[in-house]
């Protein structure tokens, strides 16, 4: 079991562009969650996705922020007309079910940097 | 409100020294707590977590409701034990994670 991966590791993008950070869960998980580190802080939850539903979004900016888990495919968080304050490491997890206490395996982590 | 406070964002002891990273929550309701560690370059690892009741590289980490606590332990360190710890609260609602700021925990030799 390869783990939670996450792509790319790195992203520079510019103000005004969009982020696209793709997250692919440990084999058998259909529960994914995205969580952002700004610097100096903790993880703060932003999402909550099980195939094809967003189950929590509490945690997501209310604008240019979204995030997908279609049928097929990675997990995506998008961030359009990034801007400096978006700079932030981007960490996805997964687990196999809710319920209980669940083990969250995370990703490596995606850091963006907005110029 | 559900909040989890690492009070410390540094501790530097030597090797051998007994360790404590405190950890204290706020959570109405029975908590589950979780310690994860994150090691220089590498991705957040679980560490502990309460419902367990296991030592993992020598950490324990008992919960203290009375006190709102789930401070981690270890009575020897280690140097490969420098890294940054998070303790984490699962939330009630959505099995979402809320974390503390985490504690940079340095072990000299």
């Known amino acids: 079991n390869a783990g939670v991966m996450q792509n790319p590791r790195h992203l520079v993008r510019r103000r005004g562009q969009e982020a696209r950070l793709r997250c692919s869960p440990m084999k058998g998980h259909s529960h994914v969650y995205w969580y952002r580190q700004l610097p100096e802080e903790g993880l703060k939850f932003m999402v909550y996705?099980?195939?094809?539903?967003?189950?929590?979004e509490s945690g997501m900016p209310k604008e240019r922020f979204s995030a997908e888990f279609p049928k097929e495919g990675p997990s995506i968080l998008r961030i359009q007309q990034v801007v400096r304050g978006d700079s932030a490491a981007y960490f996805c997890?997964?687990?196999?079910?809710?319920?209980?206490?669940?083990?969250?395996?995370f990703g490596p982590g995606t850091r963006l940097l907005v110029l | 409100a559900q909040r989890v406070t690492q009070p410390e964002k540094l501790l530097s002891v030597f090797k051998g020294a007994p360790v404590e990273l405190k950890c204290n929550y706020s959570y109405s309701g029975s908590p589950e707590l979780f310690w994860y560690v994150q090691y220089s370059r590498q991705r957040l690892q679980l560490l502990l977590r309460h419902i367990s009741r296991e030592s993992i590289k020598g950490f324990t980490a008992d919960l203290n409701k009375g006190e709102t606590s789930f401070h981690l332990k270890k009575p020897f360190a280690q140097e490969e034990d420098s890294a940054m710890y998070y303790c984490?609260?699962?939330?009630?609602?959505?099995?979402?994670?809320?974390f503390g700021t985490g504690t940079r925990l340095q072990v000299f030799p």
């Open positions: 984490a609260l699962l939330s009630s609602d959505t099995d979402k994670l809320i």
């Open positions: 996705l099980q195939k094809e539903n967003i189950i929590d």
């Open positions: 997890a997964s687990s196999p079910r809710t319920g209980g206490a669940q083990t969250q395996y």
